[in-house]
């Protein structure tokens, strides 16, 4: 029962993430970290006011997240920053949002 969770997770973590590929500079512990945090992000994004309508893309490698796409206003992109920088797990947030 224990491994049809872990296994659950897994494959959930992947379809948040959609189309993944194992980064060389990443141990397979590191990139199902990096894959949790992506996901956790996203949801959080998803979920915040304001935030829930932007199309951002969001990659993980080793604890530090890459934001990407478009936003609004500098509000939106500002808020975007913080929501990633305060998800567990986040060490550092590049934020290469554009403000249309």
């Known amino acids: 029962m224990k491994q049809i969770v872990i296994i659950m997770v897994m494959a959930g973590a992947f379809w948040l ?9 990443e141990t397979p512990e590191q990139f199902m970290n990096s894959s949790i945090i992506t996901s956790s992000v996203k949801a959080r994004l998803a979920n915040t006011a304001g935030l829930e309508t932007l199309s951002l893309t969001v990659q993980t490698l080793n604890g530090d997240v890459l934001l990407s796409g478009f936003a609004q206003n500098e509000e939106q992109k500002k808020m975007a920053e913080y929501v990633a920088q305060t998800t567990e797990g986040v060490r550092k947030v590049i934020n290469h949002i554009v403000v249309q």
């Open 17 to 25: 993430n959609g189309c993944v590929a194992v980064s060389p500079n």
